[in-house]
């Protein structure tokens, strides 16, 4: 049995940066028991224990982020949102607070600064319809 909260999706508030870390690791290693989501995180945040782990996961179930295969004795957790959806809703969200609403002006910030030149080059590659 599959448990869904009773959050409509157009309520469904932004993860926290440790939320986040929780989805990455749903996204990468797909659904999983909330021992296994430790053992993910774990790796990357050697200080977090079990116990915060959980909870958190219940709280992200609660609101709507998470949904819970409760069929076994040990929950399946899941991200209720693909990936690309919520990074795509995270970024839209980010770029009417940041950016006025500008999508070429996060661009540009993004070129001025924080773009290599290999990265430079597949955008450019991209942009040209060159993409492999």
């Not at 774990?42 to 949904?67: F, W």
């Not at 809703?89 to 950016?99: R, S, T, V």
Request: aromatic share 4%; no cysteine.
């Amino acid at each position: 049995m599959t448990s869904t909260s009773n959050v409509k999706p157009s309520q469904i508030r932004k993860p926290t940066q440790a939320e986040l870390a929780l989805l990455r690791a749903l996204w990468q290693h797909g659904p999983a028991t909330a021992k296994r989501v430790f053992e993910l995180v774990q790796l990357e945040r050697p200080e977090i224990n079990q116990a915060t782990v959980l909870r958190q996961l219940q709280i992200m179930h609660s609101d709507g982020l998470l949904t819970r295969d409760e069929s076994a004795r040990s929950h399946v957790y899941a991200a209720a949102q693909p990936q690309e959806k919520l990074q795509t809703n995270l970024l839209k969200d980010f770029i009417q607070k940041a950016f006025s609403g500008s999508g070429k002006e996060l661009i540009m910030a993004a070129l001025k600064e924080h773009v290599s030149d290999k990265d430079r080059q597949e955008i450019q590659e991209f942009l040209h319809g060159d993409k492999k």
